[in-house]
């Protein structure tokens, strides 16, 4: 399964931007997909994930009220809507998914990632 991001861009702290994850191949669907984040110099840092049903939707406490996800359960296409952009909300945001695994949250071993694109907050 392969995933190409898109969405990213520069934008003003409070602005809005959507990003948009979308898987090909084989296999056709994701159980799990998920956004990460990483910044210049910190680790990556789990964003949010939610399950092919749409049922089981993680946040990190970071971006919880400002970020959802959601997904096209049969595309293997996510979304992350955010909004009430920071600063600190800037870095490369990777898509990953996976398509067995015995639950669906940050935690989650995707084994699936895309190349990831860049939000700047200023």
């Known amino acids: 399964l392969q995933l190409v991001e898109s969405g990213g861009g520069s934008v003003q702290a409070g602005g809005s931007l959507r990003l948009s994850c979308v898987g090909s191949?084989?296999?056709?669907?994701?159980?799990?997909m998920g956004w990460f984040r990483q910044a210049p110099g910190k680790e990556r840092e789990g964003v949010a994930s939610?399950?092919?049903?749409?049922?089981?939707?993680t946040y990190a406490d970071s971006v919880r009220g400002r970020f959802t996800i959601s997904i096209d359960n049969t595309k293997a296409i996510a979304y992350l809507q955010m909004s009430s952009l920071k600063p600190e909300d800037t870095a490369m945001y990777s898509c990953?998914?996976?398509?067995?695994?015995?639950?669906?949250?940050?935690?989650?071993?995707?084994?699936?990632w895309g190349q990831g694109t860049q939000v700047t907050v200023s």
């Open positions: 191949g084989y296999p056709y669907y994701a159980y799990c």
């Open positions: 990953a998914a996976v398509s067995v695994a015995p639950r669906c949250d940050l935690d989650t071993h995707f084994n699936n």
């Open positions: 939610i399950d092919f049903y749409g049922d089981a939707i």
